[in-house]
C-alpha cells in the first residue's frame, strides 16, 4: 500500500522576521539628541556665564552693606572709604590680569568710566571727584546717595575682561571730489 501523504506535509515552516533593531536611529530619535544636546551645552554656558559674573552679585551685597551701615552711623568719610576698596576689589576681580591697582586720582576715575562707557563719563564729573577728595576730609559734603546709585549702576553695567569694550568710533576724514 502506498502511504498517502498530505499535502499539508509538503509545506514549510513559518519563518518570522527578523527583530527591530535600534541601529540605524529613526530621523525623530536624531532629533531629539541633536535638542538634548542643544540643551545640555546652553545650559553648561548659563552656568559658565552665571558663575564668571558672581562677583557682581557679591559686591552689591557689599555696597549694600556699607550703605546700610552708613545710614546708621553717618560717618561719610567711612562710607568713601569703603566704597572705594569696594570699588577696587571689584575691578580686580573683573580684570585680574589687566588692572593696576596703584593707580590714583583722576586716572582711577577715568579707569572707572572707561570700562563703562554706559554711564556717560560720570565719575569724572563732580560726583566722582567727591570719591578722591572727600574721603580725607573730617566731615565731607557728599551725595552719598547719588554715590551709591552711580556704584551700583557700575557694579553692573561694567565690562570686565571678557567682555569687549566697544572702542569710539573715529571718523575718516574724506576728501572733496570734484565732479566736472
Known sequence: MQSTSSPLDQLADIHLPDGISWWPLAPGWWILLALLASVVIGFL????RKQQNHYRVIAQQELAAIYANYQQSQDAAM???ALSV???????TAYPYSFNASIKGNDWLRWLDS??????EKFSSELG???LTSAYQKNPQIDVGGLHQLSS???NLHRNYRQKISAP????????????
Open 86 to 92: 569696594l570699588l577696587r576689589r571689584t575691578a580686580l
Open 169 to 180: 568710533k573715529k571718523i575718516k576724514a574724506t576728501a572733496e571730489t570734484s565732479n566736472v
Open 79 to 81: 562710607y568713601l572709604h
Open 115 to 120: 570700562v563703562c562707557p554706559t554711564l556717560n
Open 45 to 48: 554656558f548659563w552656568r559658565q
Open 129 to 131: 571727584q567727591g570719591l
Open 153 to 155: 549702576q557700575w557694579i
